[in-house]
């Protein structure tokens, strides 16, 4: 067939996302706003273990870098020197394979808790959960609860409104930059830092206060749930991790079904009616706003404020809880006890994450216990590969960065070995501080013509005269043609 005898393409316009009239000429937008969530206070054991968690996450992260280990600061991350304080250790960026080993660790305790029980970091150890659940208690402290922020919100803007959205925002800023503060002081000594931000001397550290204030303040203030649910990765790849025995909040649909409301002198088996009466505690009580009773979905942090909402339901109307619980999809299908659910918990895949992750730990800890807190660098240099001197000796001349890791000054010797007749023409003993590097140049000689020209392999050997580590480093020794 020629081109010309082909029939022409019709071209189908894409909707844009512009508004259109409607049949009656109204504009209707194809964009749906973002409804606000004004979750509702409960009480209960997931609610208290949420608050503990807080407390305890808080009290570690605004704490830690107060605390002193001997005369520094017990936990800085000291960029500017190349150097972490961690307790009684001094990590270099030598030390790289530790962080390695801890983000490995990490991922795997990521692994196993979500293949145990779904998101239980999600719903009560990440960041944006704990900020927001302070953040959402000043607004409560502030703006009362849930029906009067919702009064307060709908209503006109009077002084007394003015008033209470005023002292909020000045509440959230100031626990912002306290944030944003705290979080700066992990990589600039924080007693040091003060001073530094109100005599604007420090302009990168005035910048990542700022940044993580507004980071905090947006985050936890504003974007809420928004965070979970379009821009943490964690919720989209958190599916390929659950499986049919994974602990996850459930609602038993054979025992909630139908759902209706009624008095609690009814007979609601009589009627045809399951145990849910339809209240929507559980969905005003969730921090992302999903109905839990149509099924597992994305957006739940796995916090169970819907399963504290709806025992306290259960206990009024003396229905026995567990109408939505913690448990797994096998386990709500088969109607299975609490031991016999446990027992498919522990599964191979989670036996197998939990063997791997205690081998890595006893290994870290191990590697870190058996440490020589000595690292040393190697650099030819490059001005003189090789050179002829007095007395009929052939030099190489080296740098190394000698690295002390320990707490006390240290004196080090160094030695090489690996040639006939190789020994150490410059000064043989250096001193270094507490928790310092060093660039130390290092001068080889070897009788002329007692090697072969080429490149000889030979080893450098640091040794600690008062703590006794020693550290041996391999190098090469050039001899011209």
């Not at 795997?108 to 779904?118: C, E, M, P, Q, R």
């Not at 080893?459 to 480093?473: N, P, R, W």
Request: hydrophobic fraction near 45%; charged fraction near 20%; glycine fraction near 8%.
């Amino acid at each position: 067939m020629k081109s010309s005898d082909k029939a022409p393409r019709k071209v189908i316009p894409i909707a844009a996302a512009t508004p259109e009239p409607s049949a009656e000429g109204e504009l209707v937008s194809l964009y749906e706003a973002q409804k606000k969530i004004y979750p509702r206070s409960i009480s209960g054991f997931f609610a208290r273990w949420r608050w503990v968690m807080v407390f305890l996450t808080q009290l570690v992260f605004y704490g830690l870098p107060w605390l002193e280990w001997g005369q520094r600061q017990m936990v800085l991350f000291d960029l500017g020197a190349r150097r972490f304080y961690i307790f009684g250790l001094v990590l270099y960026p030598q030390d790289f394979i530790y962080l390695t080993g801890l983000l490995i660790i990490s991922a795997l305790s990521l692994f196993l808790f979500t293949a145990v029980a779904g998101r239980l970091w999600c719903g009560f150890a990440c960041p944006q959960t704990v900020y927001t659940e302070i953040f959402m208690w000043i607004e409560h402290k502030i703006e009362g609860d849930r029906s009067a922020r919702l009064r307060l919100d709908a209503g006109p803007w009077t002084f007394e409104k003015i008033r209470k959205k005023f002292l909020k925002q000045t509440v959230w800023v100031a626990v912002s930059l306290w944030t944003g503060f705290t979080f700066v002081g992990y990589f600039v000594p924080i007693r040091e830092l003060g001073p530094e931000l109100l005599a604007f001397a420090g302009t990168w550290q005035i910048f990542w206060v700022f940044f993580y204030s507004l980071a905090t303040y947006g985050n936890a203030g504003f974007l809420r749930e928004q965070v979970c649910k379009y821009m943490c990765p964690y919720a989209r790849f958190q599916s390929a991790m659950f499986d049919r025995d994974t602990l996850i909040v459930t609602y038993d649909e054979a025992r909630g079904e139908p759902r209706g409301p009624r008095v609690k002198t009814v007979d609601y088996k009589a009627k045809g009616l399951g145990e849910c009466i339809d209240c929507t505690l559980c969905v005003q009580v969730c921090p992302v706003g999903i109905d839990i009773r149509k099924g597992l979905q994305y957006e739940c942090i796995g916090c169970g404020l819907c399963v504290d909402a709806c025992n306290t339901v259960m206990d009024k109307m003396h229905y026995p809880r567990g109408l939505i619980r913690y448990s797994t999809q096998n386990g709500v299908l088969h109607r299975w006890s609490q031991s016999q659910i446990l027992r498919h918990v522990l599964r191979p895949r989670v036996l197998i994450y939990t063997a791997v992750l205690v081998a890595l730990c006893v290994g870290m800890l191990a590697s870190l216990s058996t440490r020589t807190p000595l690292k040393v660098d190697i650099v030819r240099d490059r001005a003189a590969l090789s050179r002829i001197v007095a007395g009929g000796k052939l030099e190489n001349v080296y740098r190394l960065q000698i690295m002390n890791a320990t707490e006390a000054a240290q004196r080090y010797r160094i030695t090489a070995s690996g040639l006939d007749g190789l020994e150490v023409a410059s000064e043989q003993e250096v001193d270094i501080g507490a928790a310092e590097s060093r660039w130390v140049a290092v001068r080889l000689q070897i009788p002329y013509g007692s090697a072969a020209p080429g490149s000889h392999a030979i080893h450098f050997d640091i040794s600690a005269l008062e703590s006794g580590g020693k550290v041996t480093e391999k190098s090469i020794f050039l001899v011209p043609r």
